[in-house]
T-cell receptor, first 112, second 114 residues
Framework: KNQVEQSPQSLIILEGKNCTLQ??????????LRWYKQDTGRGPVSLTIMTFSENTKSNGRYTATLDADTKQSSLHITASQLSDSASYICVVSGGGADGLTFGKGTHLIIQP | SAVISQKPSRDICQRGTSLTIQCQVD?????MFWYRQQPGQSLTLIAT?????????ESGFVIDKFPISRPNLTFSTLTVSNLSPEDSSIYLC???????????FGPGTRLTVT
């Protein structure tokens, strides 16, 4: 069964600090892995998309890594800001939108 | 990117009634999807809305409960019928744009059933 597990479930850090969110998956076949940010009351917004051959991808203060051998990904947030408070969802695609497996997300709270 | 709007943004409905959610996209798209996000859970695909044909439903979702319309390439509706408190969720419309990697989500409709 395809699964995406995210950790931690929730995280509280102080503004300005860095943090790393984890994603482990057992999805086959594998096409790409995506990280989304979902603000409260909003739809998910794409942060990064990585294919099998990509090890790392950055989007501003967000850096995602992918180890396709161990089926692990991480999302590193640098110099956190209050606006980073959101849920971060890891999504693995086996190809096509109907082949997406969603993680439950990590709920991140940035405190001033 | 794709601009997706949903109506209503939120609603409170009584048990046994129905709610129809509208999804409007700023340009023509082939594939539109409807997701449900229950409290504290990940997104679950309800169905794929096909223009000119019946929607394709995922396991556990049926047309009688979640009828979908797709009259053109920029618009779709999802109806949640015979509401029960278990239907309280966020319902999200999503589209694919460009290559198959780019998927965009609407802002969601928060439904509360009393």
């Amino acid at each position: 069964k395809n699964q995406v597990e995210q950790s931690p479930q929730s995280l509280i850090i102080l503004e300005g600090k860095n943090c790393t969110l984890q994603c482990n998956y057992t999805v086959s076949p594998f096409s790409n892995l995506r990280w989304y940010k979902q603000d409260t009351g909003r739809g998910p917004v794409s942060l990064t998309i990585m294919t099998f051959s990509e090890n790392t991808k950055s989007n501003g203060r967000y850096t995602a890594t992918l180890d396709a051998d161990t089926k692990q990904s991480s999302l590193h947030i640098t110099a956190s800001q209050l606006s980073d408070s959101a849920s971060y969802i890891c999504v693995v695609s086996g190809g096509g939108a109907d082949g997406l497996t969603f993680g439950k997300g990590t709920h991140l709270i940035i405190q001033p | 990117s794709a601009v997706i709007s949903q109506k209503p943004s939120r609603d409170i409905c009584q048990r046994g009634t129905s709610l129809t959610i509208q999804c409007q996209v700023d340009s023509q798209v082939t594939m539109m999807f409807w997701y449900r996000q229950q409290p504290g859970q990940s997104l679950t695909l309800i169905a794929t809305a096909n223009q000119g044909s019946e929607a394709t439903y995922e396991s556990g979702f049926v047309i009688d409960k979640f009828p979908i319309s797709r009259p053109n390439l920029t618009f779709s509706t999802l109806t949640v019928s015979n509401l029960s408190p278990e239907d309280s969720s966020i319902y999200l419309c999503s589209v694919l744009r460009g290559n198959t990697y780019e998927q965009y989500f609407g802002p969601g409709t928060r439904l509360t059933v009393t």
